[in-house]
């Protein structure tokens, strides 16, 4: 009688990390960095206007109905999440830059696979490769 075959599916071998070089390590750090600095420009940015808003808001709230009050706040609230938004993508860039540093970037963070190329061009601090992506987004 002869033994069944073997059914059990290979396992994928992780993929060889292949090295940048120097010059792109350095391309990349620095796009990676401009964006950064862009980030936190926008960041101080909304953080004055916050504060001007705030001011004029302080000044201008005179006869302010429950409405008008209602208003400003949700309006306020929206400012602020926005700024927070913003923070969050500093540290998002951050953590790319760190990731570079350790010779992890561009590579999921779950699986191990190369990021696509494509996918770190439109989203520079991206963790996860599209795959792992897509089954978080359905948890």
Do not use: H
């Not at 990349?28 to 964006?35: D, F, G, M, Q, T």
């Amino acid at each position: 009688m002869a033994k069944p075959a073997d059914t059990k599916t290979p396992r994928k071998a992780a993929p060889v990390k292949a090295p940048r070089t120097a010059a792109e390590t350095e391309k990349i750090r620095e796009a990676l960095a401009a964006r950064r600095d862009e980030l936190r420009e926008e960041y101080e940015s909304t953080l004055t206007e916050i504060a001007e808003l705030q001011r004029d808001r302080l000044t201008d709230s005179a006869g302010d109905d429950q409405a008008d009050t209602g208003t400003k706040t949700f309006e306020r609230e929206q400012e602020i999440s926005l700024a927070n938004n913003i923070l969050d993508r500093i540290t998002q860039v951050e953590r790319a830059l760190e990731r570079l540093d350790d010779g992890q970037y561009g590579w999921c963070e779950r699986c191990g696979n190369p990021i696509p190329v494509e996918r770190l061009a439109a989203f520079p601090s991206a963790t996860l490769c599209v795959t792992c992506k897509q089954l978080e987004e359905r948890r």
